[in-house]
């Protein structure tokens, strides 16, 4: 299989959303389906993916909210996003390979931009230098009211909870910002994030089956 790309390349999906939305969940249903179905894939999440990304999300994700101020926060999960995309995205998209990502650039916009209020062109300009200016394909929304989001993400066995601890008005802007950028964006497909997890893993690969029939379609055309 041999999919085209705007740079000639693999497929690039992300999955956004506030803490609790099921994006991991839904991150390792994707991964399965299209391994089960012998498509070139890896999964990868942000921060993380590589060691050193990884040991940069213990740093950023454990410990005391107040730790660090909002600008050293915010270059080390752009230091994070560096070494995931060098190492293990870039070299994979090249390969023609899928590659899903929990969270990418959108969240440090979100985040770090809208939430933090640390300039939104420096961010991306960081981005884009880091990934020579290349977008997601494709971009999962999952949308859900954070307090139920929170609930969820408290239940499980989770140790990165740093920012969990934040506000419910915290958490209620990321929700408001995340639709703000998404609304009116081709690349973004918002979905419900109330509805099962199995409902929502079937929008998705209806979804990604009209994505790959695109990228198909480039390459032979
Ligand atoms: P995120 O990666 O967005 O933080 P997770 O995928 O880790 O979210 O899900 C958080 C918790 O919510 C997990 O316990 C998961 O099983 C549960 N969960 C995920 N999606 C749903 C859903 N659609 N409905 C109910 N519970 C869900
Ligand atoms: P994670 O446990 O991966 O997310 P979730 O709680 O949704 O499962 O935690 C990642 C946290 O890091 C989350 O609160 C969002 C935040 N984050 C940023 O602030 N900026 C970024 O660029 C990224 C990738 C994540």
């Known amino acids: 299989m041999h999919f085209d790309h705007n740079t000639n390349s693999g497929i690039f999906i992300t999955f956004e959303g506030g803490d609790g939305s099921g994006k991991s969940t839904q991150v390792k249903l994707l991964y399965k389906y299209l391994l089960e179905n012998n498509y070139p894939v890896i999964m990868t999440r942000e921060p993380g993916g590589t060691q050193i990304s990884e040991q940069l999300r213990t740093i950023l994700l454990q410990g005391n909210v107040n730790k660090m101020n909002a600008i050293t926060e915010a270059l080390i999960f ?14 994979a998209l090249d390969s023609n390979k899928i590659v899903i990502c929990d969270r990418f650039q959108d969240s ?7 939430c933090n209020n640390i300039n939104i062109n420096l961010l991306n300009n960081i981005c884009n230098t880091i990934t020579n200016n290349m977008l997601p394909n494709r971009t999962y929304l999952i949308n859900i009211d954070p307090v139920i989001g929170l609930k969820r993400s408290m239940r499980q066995d989770n140790v990165d909870i740093r ?4 506000s419910t008005e915290y958490h209620k802007r990321i929700q408001e910002a995340y639709l703000r950028i998404a609304n009116n964006n081709d690349r973004y497909l918002i979905i419900d994030g109330n509805l099962s997890i199995e409902e929502i893993n079937n929008i998705i690969i209806k979804d990604v089956w009209k994505i790959m029939g695109k990228a198909i379609s480039k390459v032979t055309n």
């Open 78 to 91: 752009l230091a994070a996003r560096s070494d995931n995309w060098e190492k293990l995205i870039k070299p």
């Open 108 to 114: 440090t916009i979100v985040y770090q931009g809208i």
């Open 163 to 166: 920012f969990e601890h934040k």
